[in-house]
Nanobody, 127 residues
Framework: QVQLVESGGGLVQAGGSLRLSCATS????????MGWFRQAPGKEREVVAA????????SYGDSVKGRFTISRDNVGNTVYLQMNSLKPEDTAVYYC????????????????????WGQGTQVTVSS
């Protein structure tokens, strides 16, 4: 059974940091591009970051560039999101997604590109 399980969310003050993890099972992880999306109350789900299956290319949403870093461990079948300099505007539910891909540099940045999704983890940033 395919499973993507996010962890690491919580409450943090503005300017602080969090590290999210997404543990996967039931897929050939090294053949999937991976990404993080988020959804705040009353807003559409938006891309945060994406990484190609090889880890050779990354892509970031404009609002998080320079603050967040996506990475992956193809041995441990896990993708990470390091979040620094957090702002109240970053408050949202963060979702992990996977997309089967043969392209070394493919970083999917649209919601409907993904094959699988996790259940999400809440991140709350206080002012």
């Amino acid at each position: 059974q395919v499973q993507l399980v996010e962890s690491g969310g919580g409450l943090v003050q503005a300017g602080g940091s969090l590290r999210l993890s997404c543990a996967t099972s039931g897929i050939t992880f090294s053949r999937y591009a991976m990404g993080w999306f988020r959804q705040a109350p009353g807003k559409e789900r938006e891309v945060v970051a994406a990484i190609s299956w090889s880890g050779s290319r990354t892509s970031y949403g404009d609002s998080v560039k320079g603050r967040f870093t996506i990475s992956r461990d193809n041995v441990g079948n896990t993708v990470y999101l390091q979040m620094n300099s957090l702002k109240p505007e970053d408050t949202a539910v963060y979702y992990c997604g996977g997309k089967l891909s043969d392209a070394v540099y493919y970083t999917p940045t649209t919601r409907d590109s993904y094959d699988y999704w996790g259940q999400g983890t809440q991140v709350t940033v206080s002012s």
